[in-house]
């Protein structure tokens, strides 16, 4: 009766590897770094309520949740193993290029702050 239990075949069966969770996770740690960094460098009070909702991370998220869910219907619908990543990486990183495309935020996002990279304000002298 080898292989006659519930869950033998591989169809039951869909599994992300770790790379359908660490390269959006990348992307996630990118955008809620960037994220960190705008609300900390914002000067008024004003610029801190006014961009709290409108947060990249929340945006790659959904993105992400979107992804995932679509993958999961792709691979039960074609009753095959689908690449996850064909699905997660454009509905995560879709949705931060445009908004940040739309707020002309882009370049900063894509090539970072150089002051922060440089910035020496957090080391302690012994």
Known sequence: ??????????ADFMMLGLGD?????????LVLCFDHRRTRDSVTPME???TKGQKYIW???SG???GL?????AGILSQSPQPALLY??????GPVIVISWFRK?????????EETLNDKSHVTEV
Do not use: F
């Open 1 to 10: 009766m080898s292989g006659a239990g519930s869950g033998s075949n591989s």
């Open 21 to 29: 969770m660490a390269i959006p996770g990348m992307l996630l740690a």
């Open 48 to 50: 801190i309520s006014s």
């Open 59 to 61: 945006y790659a998220v």
């Open 64 to 66: 992400y949740a979107i």
């Open 69 to 73: 869910v679509t993958a999961l219907a």
């Open 88 to 93: 997660l990486v454009p509905s995560t990183l």
């Open 105 to 113: 935020q882009l370049v900063e996002l894509w090539e970072g702050n």
